[in-house]
């Protein structure tokens, strides 16, 4: 990547707050052991960055040459991404 634009910057600032999160959810629960708000808080600090991290190398991948012309000449079954692989229990499907 040869430029940085505003759009790449929120997309790490985003990641890195979730990431942030974590040791202040995970000293939480440790101390409250394991009660439901403490591990609820705990599984959002750890879902938070899955979520933010997906879209962001999806749009820094978009921006290196000749990404999208490989991307949509390829099957569905082998581009359906994260949300395919959950579906599927993390094991490689075809819908």
Not at 7 to 12: C, E, G, I, M, Q
Not at 18 to 37: Q, V
Request: charged share 20%.
């Amino acid at each position: 990547m040869s430029k940085v634009d505003g759009a790449a910057l929120w997309a790490n600032m985003h990641l890195l707050f979730w990431l942030s999160l974590i040791p202040f959810a995970t000293a939480w629960m440790g101390e409250n052991h394991f009660e439901k708000l403490p591990t609820a808080l705990y599984g959002i600090a750890l879902l938070m960055p899955s979520i933010a991290y997906h879209p962001r190398t999806r749009d820094f991948a978009a921006r290196k040459e000749g990404f999208d012309a490989g991307a949509r000449s390829r099957p569905r079954r082998e581009r359906q991404g994260v949300h395919g692989r959950l579906r599927c229990g993390g094991r490689s499907c075809v819908p």
